[in-house]
Structures are given as structure tokens and as C-alpha cells.
């Protein structure tokens, strides 16, 4: 049964994997992942394939897409709000904000991990509460963007972190 449960996340995993590959290697996540993803898991809700439902897919395709917010400040790419909303498809509501919440620790901890290694350890935290300051009270827009523009290579793929939280989320499910 377990084999079974592990083989419905196939299609899942394989594009997962090509997009966390890809995402690592040239920083974008193809849109025909994404729509791959997204087509297959309402399929899978219509085909009501291990207990999944069109509506399941959908409000799963809604919750992924709650990371727009981050897009629209200039926190992560389009490509990663699109990968999110079509694994939402197909994992369903909650197990997605379960992936999102996982996939926030995992680049945290990734980001954490990269700034002591560059020795930059400070000058991200300064930026981060320079961030966070100019979002909550919003009085100099320019300092937000030059903290902004300094992103660089130096970023963390989101798709890696989303694909380690839904296998976290798939071996957790199909272990049950």
C-alpha cells in the first residue's frame, strides 16, 4: 500500500526535481513545470485519485499562491509563485501551507548557514531590520528598494526549499 501511495506522487516528484535543478543552476523555474504541475493536479482532483477533489486542488492552488505577497516586494521570483500554486494543486490547502511554512525554515536556515559562511552574518541581519522596519512603517521607499537592489546571486532558489518541504510532506503522508 505503501508503494502504491509513494507511486500517485511520481509525476510530482520528477518535476520537482527538474525544477529545484534547474531553479539551482540558472536562478527561473520553467513555466511548463509549473503548468505541468498545476494541469496534473487538478486532473488528479477530477480523477479523485487518493481521495483528492477538484475543490481540494483548487483552494491548494489558492493557498500556493499566497507567496505573491513576496513577489510584489520584490522577495522572490514569479517562477517560485507559480511552482507553489501548482504544487498546491496538488497536495491540497493545508498540507500546502504546511510546505510553505517548511520551505520559509528551510531557507532561513539555508540563508542563515550562507551568511556565516561569507562572513556577511551582520550585514544581512542590519538589512533585514532595515526591511523590516521600511514594510511596517513604510516611510522611505527608496531605502527599501536600495536594500532591494542588493540582492544578487547570493540569493537562496525558493523552488529548493519548496522541494525539500513537499518530500518532507509526501514521505511524512505516504509513511502514515
Given at each position: 500500500m505503501?508503494?502504491?501511495r509513494?507511486l500517485?506522487?511520481?509525476?510530482?516528484i520528477?518535476l520537482?526535481?527538474?525544477?529545484?535543478?534547474v531553479?539551482?543552476r540558472?536562478r527561473?523555474?520553467?513555466?511548463w513545470?509549473?503548468?505541468?504541475l498545476?494541469?496534473?493536479?487538478?486532473?488528479?482532483?477530477?480523477?479523485?485519485?487518493q481521495g483528492?477533489?477538484?475543490?481540494?486542488a483548487l483552494?491548494g492552488f489558492?493557498v500556493?499562491?499566497?507567496?505573491?505577497?513576496?513577489f510584489l516586494l520584490?522577495?522572490m521570483g514569479?517562477?517560485?509563485?507559480k511552482?507553489?500554486a501548482?504544487?498546491?494543486?496538488?497536495?491540497g490547502p493545508?498540507?500546502m501551507l504546511?510546505?510553505?511554512?517548511?520551505?520559509?525554515?528551510?531557507s532561513?536556515?539555508?540563508?542563515?548557514a550562507m551568511?556565516?559562511?561569507?562572513?556577511?552574518?551582520?550585514?544581512v541581519?542590519?538589512h533585514?531590520?532595515?526591511m523590516?522596519?521600511?514594510?511596517?512603517f513604510?516611510?522611505d521607499p527608496?531605502?527599501?528598494?536600495?536594500?532591494r537592489?542588493?540582492?544578487?546571486?547570493?540569493?537562496?532558489p525558493f523552488a529548493?526549499?519548496?522541494?525539500?518541504?513537499t518530500?518532507a510532506?509526501?514521505?511524512?503522508?505516504?509513511v502514515?
Amino acid at each position: 500500500m505503501i508503494v502504491w501511495r509513494s507511486l500517485i506522487y511520481a509525476p510530482l516528484i520528477v518535476l520537482l526535481v527538474w525544477a529545484a535543478v534547474v531553479d539551482a543552476r540558472s536562478r527561473r523555474v520553467p513555466n511548463w513545470i509549473s503548468f505541468t504541475l498545476l494541469l496534473t493536479g487538478l486532473a488528479r482532483g477530477v480523477a479523485h485519485l487518493q481521495g483528492a477533489t477538484l475543490v481540494g486542488a483548487l483552494e491548494g492552488f489558492g493557498v500556493g499562491l499566497i507567496p505573491v505577497v513576496l513577489f510584489l516586494l520584490g522577495g522572490m521570483g514569479a517562477g517560485d509563485v507559480k511552482l507553489s500554486a501548482g504544487i498546491g494543486a496538488w497536495i491540497g490547502p493545508v498540507p500546502m501551507l504546511c510546505v510553505l511554512a517548511g520551505a520559509c525554515i528551510v531557507s532561513m536556515i539555508a540563508s542563515i548557514a550562507m551568511s556565516l559562511a561569507q562572513g556577511r552574518l551582520i550585514h544581512v541581519m542590519r538589512h533585514s531590520v532595515v526591511m523590516s522596519v521600511q514594510l511596517i512603517f513604510g516611510r522611505d521607499p527608496r531605502v527599501l528598494s536600495d536594500v532591494r537592489a542588493e540582492r544578487s546571486k547570493r540569493q537562496i532558489p525558493f523552488a529548493v526549499s519548496l522541494v525539500i518541504a513537499t518530500f518532507a510532506l509526501v514521505a511524512f503522508a505516504t509513511v502514515r
